[in-house]
């Protein structure tokens, strides 16, 4: 059962990496990184299993940290939108030389 | 593990991975959200065949019903539900993510293989939840209570970012 879990977290994030190199939509960036934290949180609470119930704390204080990143980062992507009127990233060039 | 556990068990991966790739190829930011609530919920299902009760409820309590929330209103906050044009980046980056995740695959899968438990399972503990609460409000307090300030420091900066600005 850990064995199969492990695999099923694996793939998913990998899913939210392939998500993050392609697109191009800041909130669909966002998206995929929440999903990177929940295959992590698959993991450990497969991991919980065989090593006690520390995992399960651990994976309380990943959401909580994943709620304050969600609430910062689409603040920012509106404050963005106001700013340059799009959320695509790779029309936010100011920067880039 | 009888059968049944197992069907089910396996059922809620491939409802998690299906709803994972119908997320990360749609087009418009709102059926991607969706599909992203899906696979929380069958997340959350996976949580609870793997002896975490608690874990699971908060998945779709926090997850399902206050970030995708979140989601959704910035979605419909900056009108962005109608976009069909494809934002996919281009064919170079696109090989490029696709070597790099297989990359990735296989390294987590071959690191995942050494940890795998070379002996059975002990039996499930009885009451995992009063477990989780002692470990969270004895040894992890510290932690616990910071947690507290990350989200005050988060309110007043999601506040303050998302102002409309009457002076620049």
């Known amino acids: ?92 060039r100011t920067l880039r030389g | 593990m009888n059968r049944f556990y197992e069907f089910q068990f396996y059922l809620f991966s491939l409802i998690a991975i299906a709803s ?24 959350s299902g996976l949580y609870v065949m793997l002896d975490a009760p608690f874990v699971g409820v908060i998945q779709v309590l926090v997850y399902a019903g206050a970030i995708m929330v979140v989601f959704v209103f910035v979605v419909m906050l900056l009108n962005l539900g109608r976009s069909e044009i494809s934002d996919l980046r281009g064919l170079g980056a696109r090989l490029g993510a696709g070597l790099v995740s297989l990359a990735l695959l296989a390294n987590l899968l071959v690191v995942q293989r050494d940890r795998l438990p070379r002996a059975g399972l002990a039996p499930a503990a009885e009451n995992v939840v009063t477990q989780v609460a002692a470990s969270l409000f004895t040894d992890y307090l510290v932690a616990f209570e910071l947690t507290s300030l990350v989200l005050l420091v988060a309110i007043v900066g999601a506040v303050l970012l998302a102002r409309k600005r009457v002076t620049v």
Not at chain 1, 2 to 10: D, H, R
Not at chain 1, 26 to 45: D, G, H, R
Not at chain 2, 25 to 41: G, I
């Open chain 1, 1 to 92: 059962m850990i064995a199969e879990a492990l695999i099923v977290s694996a793939i998913l994030f990998v899913i939210g990496v392939v998500g993050v190199l392609t697109r191009r939509n800041a909130i669909i960036l966002f998206m995929c990184a929440e999903l990177m934290l929940n295959a992590v949180n698959l993991t450990f609470v497969a991991m919980a299993k065989m090593h006690g119930v520390t995992g399960h704390v651990f994976v309380i204080m990943v959401m909580t940290i994943a709620a304050a990143e969600a609430a910062v980062g689409l603040a920012i992507v509106i404050s963005v939108f106001r700013q340059f009127g799009t959320v695509d990233m790779s029309a936010l």
């Open chain 2, 20 to 43: 994972a790739l119908l997320f990360v190829t749609r087009k418009s930011p709102v059926p991607a959200a969706l599909w992203l609530v899906n696979v929380m919920f069958a997340l």
